[in-house]
């Protein structure tokens, strides 16, 4: 088993940065792909960021240019930092990780979870 802690969540002022970590256990880190999700209240689950073993990267439209996803396999720990908040950026924030052959941002296609970090971002 995969385990994925995430933390750095936080209550921000819009135009605020965060930067949000995920620590892995239990297996081979560089081995998987990895994503970042969120679920705001009321909503469904959406993807956000994703990071392909080989660093290829992938991002929501309504994410692009203010987040940056990265991971560091040495210390088996993927990042999300965002800049420029808003308000709808307001959610539990989730990474996630899957051994796929390319990358994907259906979170059905993912094998592990952390708990999730929230994210509160004021007006």
């Known amino acids: 088993q995969l385990q994925l802690v995430e933390s750095g969540g936080g209550l921000v002022q819009a135009g605020g940065s965060l930067r949000l970590s995920c620590a892995a256990s239990?297996?081979?880190?560089?081995?998987?792909?990895m994503g970042w999700f969120r679920q705001a209240p009321g909503k469904e689950r959406e993807f956000v960021a994703a990071r392909t073993r080989g660093g290829f990267t992938n991002y929501a439209d309504s994410v692009k240019g203010r987040f940056t996803i990265s991971r560091d396999n040495a210390k088996n720990t993927l990042y999300l930092q965002m800049n420029s908040l808003k308000p709808e950026d307001t959610a539990v924030y989730y990474c996630?990780?899957?051994?796929?052959?390319?990358?994907?941002?259906?979170?059905?296609?993912?094998?592990?979870w952390g708990q999730g970090t929230q994210v509160t971002v004021s007006s």
């Open positions: 996630a990780a899957e051994r796929g052959v390319v990358l994907t941002t259906m979170g059905d296609e993912y094998d592990y």
């Open positions: 239990g297996r081979t880190f560089s081995n998987y792909n």
